[in-house]
């Protein structure tokens, strides 16, 4: 099943709803308070436009070849510039997979520049990063509703020496604060905690509710194997994560490449259905990912305010200033307390203690500002009654979303529309058209047509064709993924009526040759291998 059937979703605009008010309610009452605090210099930078309105995120991570460039074409069906993919270092730059009328990469530098990107304030990690940033613009459909961000294969322990000359963790966090799915990818086959990684995933912490673990590579080892694999993952991931149960571990082989045969066959396909199910789910969900994320933001902030005020009020005016100001931090883990005992804030809003320690170094605390009860009565406000008054609007949509018949989940056959690219053709196919003359073409199928009518007739079609059982029967042995096959089968069934005559059902066979052959398959059928039959008439064309 393909993400294809993101298009045109119709939720994609009652979302807009919400998130025009979550807006509304972060620039009146929680950005005044992030200001009065310096909350950016400690935390996080400040949203901006584009953090509401982006199109939903996926991150992905894992170590070098843990397969992560080749899970993301495998999810958007295609090629993309700087996908190259190797056992070694090859990606390592962060990039951003996002839509565009053309084909072209936005190098860092300029990509914080736009401001219809939410990746302005990026620029904080400085030029060391931001010339590891990149972005790739493509008309492709999947992206028209999801953002994918490619990251850099995490170092195992042999390769640590290298530097990467900026905060790598930090990026991460920024990502993660900022996605709504976190695909984190594991090798079945050589499965292996490096202290990099360990690391990276304290940036991830209070984000475990949006990951997802993958266990790919799973074909690639047996039954018994693969399940001490998975204890051996679930054991280290344990001792990462303090909710190691919340953490959903797919078993997956996310490759474009048939998939071998093995015993847990089946269950690597059922795994493939759920993760893709989710990740088609993300756009409906986006308007409760953004305002969990704005509460828990909230939160922090309202402990924030307490904190920076706390210190304030204990410096004394004139003398030993520099003392008074290291003692306070050496004591900010009782003060953590006294200020939940005081002001009834929960434990878990606050921040990691160290880390906030570390940053009170570099401050002048006398100039921090002191507790202003209007805005904290705001902050109040925001969390107690504004949100809660953006919960119907919440449900209005759940229960629309009820309503629409099955566009999500629809079956695999028989359900598609065609729909038309105009670039892309199957590379590997001689006489490429570049004179724009369609109908001179001949049909690239029609010499290899016998032999797969051998197969088309031997399925016994009735009345002239095969339906989408038959095929998808037949096409089930090919042990291709059922993603590119319900492409194929896209590409194929030219009329759309959920079934293939001898001629779709030999470009089908033409194109799942293709494609074992090691071919990409194209987005939209190029015109020589449109059935002449199928082709528009002269007088059809603008
Ligand atoms: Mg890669
Ligand atoms: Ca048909």
Same mark, same amino acid.
């Given at each position: 099943?393909?993400? /294809? /059937? ?31 605090? !310096?909350?950016?210099?400690? +935390? ?57 009328? %053309? ?55 042999? =390769? ?17 604060? /900022?996605?709504?799915? $976190? ?72 490759? !474009? ?54 210190? =304030? ?12 100001? +290291?003692?306070? $931090?050496?004591?900010?883990?009782? $003060?953590?307390? =006294? ?7 929960? %434990? ?35 969390? !107690? ?37 105009? !670039? ?119």
């Amino acid at each position: 099943m393909s993400l /294809r /059937r993101l298009r045109n979703n119709p939720r994609m605009r009652d979302v807009s709803v919400v998130t025009e008010e979550l807006k509304n309610l972060y620039y009146k009452r929680l950005l005044p308070i992030e200001k009065h605090y !310096s909350f950016h210099h400690f +935390h996080s930078p400040s949203y901006e436009d584009a953090d509401f309105d982006n199109k939903p995120m996926i991150l992905v991570m894992g170590q070098y070849s843990t397969g992560k460039t080749t899970f993301i074409r495998y999810l958007i069906e295609q090629d993309f510039p700087g996908s190259r993919v190797g056992p070694e270092p090859t990606t390592d730059c962060f990039t951003a997979i996002m839509h565009g009328e %053309a084909e072209g990469i936005i190098p860092g530098n300029a990509l914080t520049m736009d401001p219809m990107k939410p990746f302005r304030n990026l620029d904080h990690f400085g030029n060391a990063f931001l010339n590891r940033f990149q972005c790739v613009q493509l008309p492709n459909q999947v992206v028209e509703n999801i953002s994918i961000i490619d990251t850099p294969g995490i170092l195992t322990a042999a =390769k640590r020496k290298l530097s990467r000359g900026y905060d790598f963790p930090a990026v991460l966090g920024w990502f993660a604060e /900022r996605v709504d799915r $976190i695909i984190l990818l594991f090798d079945a086959h050589k499965l292996e905690f490096s202290d990099e990684l360990t690391r990276a995933f304290g940036a991830l912490r209070g984000y475990e509710d949006k990951l997802h673990v993958v266990l790919n590579k799973a074909d690639r080892v047996d039954s018994q194997q693969l399940m001490r694999v998975y204890g051996a993952l679930m054991w280290s991931l344990g001792k990462v994560f303090l909710t190691p149960e919340i953490l959903r571990v797919y078993v997956g082989s996310f490759w !474009s490449e048939p998939r071998r045969i093995c015993d847990h066959y089946q269950l690597i396909e059922l795994e493939e259905e759920d993760l893709l199910a989710d990740i088609r789910n993300l756009p409906r969900n986006a308007a409760v990912r953004k305002l969990n994320d704005l509460v828990k933001r909230a939160r922090l902030v309202r402990a924030h305010a307490h904190i920076i005020s706390y210190l =304030k009020q204990e410096m004394p005016t004139i003398f030993c200033k520099e003392s008074k100001k +290291h003692n306070l $931090i050496y004591q900010l883990p009782v $003060i953590f307390t =006294k200020i939940q005992q005081q002001h009834r804030v929960p %434990a878990g809003d606050f921040p990691n203690c160290t880390k906030m320690q570390e940053r009170l170094l570099g401050h002048d605390f006398s100039k921090f500002k002191t507790l202003k009860p209007s805005l904290m009565a705001s902050l109040d406000k925001l969390l !107690s009654t504004d949100i809660a008054k953006l919960m119907p609007l919440l449900q209005q949509q759940e229960l629309q979303k009820a309503s629409l018949p099955g566009t999500l989940d629809g079956k695999f056959l028989g359900t598609f529309r065609p729909t038309y690219y105009k !670039s892309d053709p199957f590379k590997e196919v001689p006489r490429e058209d570049e004179t724009g003359e369609e109908e001179l073409d001949e049909w690239s199928v029609e010499k290899y047509k016998p032999k797969y009518d051998e197969i088309f007739y031997s399925l016994c079609p009735s009345e002239g064709k095969l339906s989408g059982t038959v095929v998808k029967g037949w096409m089930a042995s090919t042990n291709l993924p059922n993603s590119v096959l319900a492409h194929i089968w896209r590409l194929s069934d030219l009329d759309c009526d959920g079934k293939l005559d001898n001629e779709e059902f030999a470009l089908a066979v033409h194109l799942i040759q293709g494609k074992l052959d090691g071919h990409w398959l194209p987005r939209e059928l190029p015109s020589h291998l449109v059935p002449p039959s199928k082709r528009p008439r002269k007088d059809n064309e603008e």
